[in-house]
């Protein structure tokens, strides 16, 4: 009672704070394709300025632990996240918060970049297939800031996992990170978006193909 008590309780905190976000404009449709949408738009930044918000939303048959699973799959982690050469988990011994680091080979103009990030996960006690999965820029020691690497920072989001029955379960994807000014959008635009797309469909088929 009290776990069910505990996740309606941030449920509703998760509820406010997508209100809050709405209030900055609507997301626009950016990408798609039969199985994934993708959407974005551009809110206040906590240092002021703008930032990107993308959301992507897909069907996949599987359930909340198999999401874990595959997140905290150490090698895994560069099949499906798009240009990622190194990807690393770090458990903390408690089964619901681990720390993920992944560099990037992303081609010019971006260069190689790296991020940071702890997670931490939210299950329904009572439902497989519903939860959440919210991740945010960290520091860690074993993952140390590189003179030769970007490192990506500000970001924040979650995988929001919704029941749809009949084993199906909906994924919603947002992520929000500080944006480089050193690259105009006309070109970060387009390789940001692909990326993305790339790094969902892979994810998806993953999921729905492979016992995890």
Request: charged fraction near 20%.
């Amino acid at each position: 009672m009290k776990k069910r008590f505990i996740f309606l309780l941030l449920q509703l905190m998760i509820a406010s704070w997508l209100y809050a976000a709405q209030s900055a404009g609507d997301f626009k449709l950016v990408k798609q394709d039969e199985v994934i949408s993708l959407y974005e738009r551009w809110i206040p930044g906590a240092g002021g300025g703008q930032v990107r918000q993308i959301k992507a939303i897909f069907l996949v048959q599987s359930d909340v632990a198999a999401v874990a699973r595959l997140l905290t799959n150490q090698a895994m982690g560069t099949n499906w996240n798009t240009n990622a050469k190194v990807y690393q988990v770090l458990l903390s011994g408690v089964a619901d918060n681990w720390i993920t680091y992944t560099r990037y080979g992303i081609p010019w103009p971006f260069g190689d970049q790296d991020c940071c990030l702890s997670y931490h996960l939210y299950k329904d006690p009572e439902r497989n297939r519903t939860g959440e999965i919210t991740f945010e820029s960290t520091l860690h020691n074993k993952f140390p800031v590189s003179y030769d690497v970007a490192r990506i920072t500000g970001t924040r989001g979650k995988w929001l996992m919704e029941d749809e029955g009949d084993g199906h379960m909906k994924i919603t994807y947002m992520i929000t990170t500080d944006r480089s000014k050193k690259v105009p959008r006309w070109v970060s635009d387009p390789i940001i978006r692909n990326n993305l797309f790339s790094t969902m469909t892979t994810f998806r088929n993953i999921l729905e193909n492979h016992r995890l």
